[in-house]
């Protein structure tokens, strides 16, 4: 596992990209730094920047992180979500992105609820092109709303969509992903009689193409590469 804990970490870089990106990131859209494979050095410079919200991909990443870096930052889980993972990861992050499947969302809330906590959700669709990528397909995204399935839930807050857009040069085909998660989020933020309240985040966009997922209504963005360099996996 290369972690790099001991690489010299490049501070004036990464306050000199994030000043870059907050100026021409919109008001109102969310930046998600992703750290994922980044020491906890690289996040405390991006913290002195004043970044404060942060994207990790593993758990035992997060939680050996977490201890090190000041309290105010609000964590995102992004990765994907083993079950025998979720006890240890419930009550530690501010956002769980990357909810794909029903049984993962079952899972959490039974841990929230044991926890005394309430997690924050988002529900990650699947509309890229590659077999690998996890997510509800938009119709069984659809279904479980419209069946009002998340009804049962007791400690979670379901607050929106993640997607991420096929990985392509071609950009016809990404704004095609990107517009299709945004007609998904919408359809069930505008129905009116699902009763929902704070389903207002709509999570899309990378280093690669986050102008495009904010011209298509984005309002979380994640960024690691942009912001920290490459990652020494
Ligand atoms: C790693 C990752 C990102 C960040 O990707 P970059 O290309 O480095 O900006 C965003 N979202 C998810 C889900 C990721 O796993």
Redesign the pocket.
């Given at each position: 596992m290369a972690e790099n804990d001991n690489m010299a970490v490049d501070a004036a870089g990464i306050a000199s990209r994030l000043r870059e990106l907050d100026r021409q990131i919109p008001e109102g859209v969310r930046l998600?730094a992703?750290s994922?494979f980044h020491p906890a050095q690289a996040v405390m410079a991006a913290y002195e920047a004043g970044q404060r919200c942060f994207?990790e991909?593993r758990v035992q990443e997060l939680l050996r992180k977490e201890p090190e870096l000041p309290g105010d930052i609000k964590w995102h889980f992004?990765?994907h979500l083993q079950t025998n993972k979720v006890r240890q990861l419930v009550g530690h992050c501010d956002v769980i992105?990357?909810v794909d499947s029903e049984r993962l969302l079952d899972l959490i809330d039974r841990e929230s609820e044991r926890a005394g906590v309430v997690s924050r959700v988002l529900m990650q669709v699947h509309v890229a092109r590659e077999e690998t990528k996890f997510g509800f397909y938009p119709e069984e995204l659809l279904e479980y709303f419209r069946e009002r399935r998340f009804e049962s839930l007791k400690a979670t807050h379901i607050c929106g969509v993640?997607g991420?857009a096929s990985n392509t040069d071609d950009r016809e085909r990404v704004a095609e992903d990107f517009s299709r998660i945004a007609e998904l989020y919408r359809t069930i933020r505008e129905d009116a009689s699902l009763g929902l309240r704070g389903f207002d985040l709509l999570s899309m966009g990378?280093?690669?193409d986050?102008p495009l997922a904010v011209d298509h209504g984005a309002n979380v963005i994640?960024?690691?590469?942009?912001?920290?360099g490459e990652?020494q996996y």
């Open positions: 998600v992703v994922k994207g991909s992004i990765g992105e990357s993640m991420m990378m280093s690669g986050w994640r960024i690691g590469t942009a912001i920290f990652r």
